[in-house]
């Protein structure tokens, strides 16, 4: 499985009026983990674009284990668990240290530019 790991600070205008991140931004952040995993591919998403192949988001699940605060510094890890012929799913781990605050999985469909379903590109299979 492919995976990585990257560092986030929550910041202030992430928070709400209690001072927690906002339940909002753990998508924020996953994406933040998927385009970087794809980047450490030596790939981005305006590359996998521009050959005509957009990955959009079908399926999202979260489960909020812990609060995250303003200036907690995270780890994200978001793993890659499965491909298919057309789309990629990925799961996540969002830490403060040791502690686990929150975990999630997406699933991304392969569509062209008219909105119709189309094979993964071969660099994104595993």
Do not use: W
């Amino acid at each position: 499985m492919l995976s990585g790991e990257i560092t986030i600070r929550v910041r202030y205008a992430e928070t709400d009026r209690m001072g927690l991140l906002h339940h909002a931004n753990y998508l924020v952040y996953f994406e933040q983990g998927r385009t970087e995993l794809l980047r450490s591919q030596g790939l981005s998403y305006k590359d996998i674009e521009d050959q005509g192949f957009l990955l959009v988001l079908t399926r999202v699940q979260v489960r909020y284990r812990r609060p995250a605060r303003y200036d907690d510094l995270l780890t994200l890890r978001t793993t890659v668990i499965r491909t298919s012929a057309v789309k990629i799913e990925h799961r996540y781990e969002l830490r403060r240290g040791d502690e686990l605050l929150a975990e999630g999985e997406t699933t991304l469909g392969c569509i062209d530019r008219n909105g119709q379903v189309q094979m993964l590109p071969e660099a994104l299979r595993l």
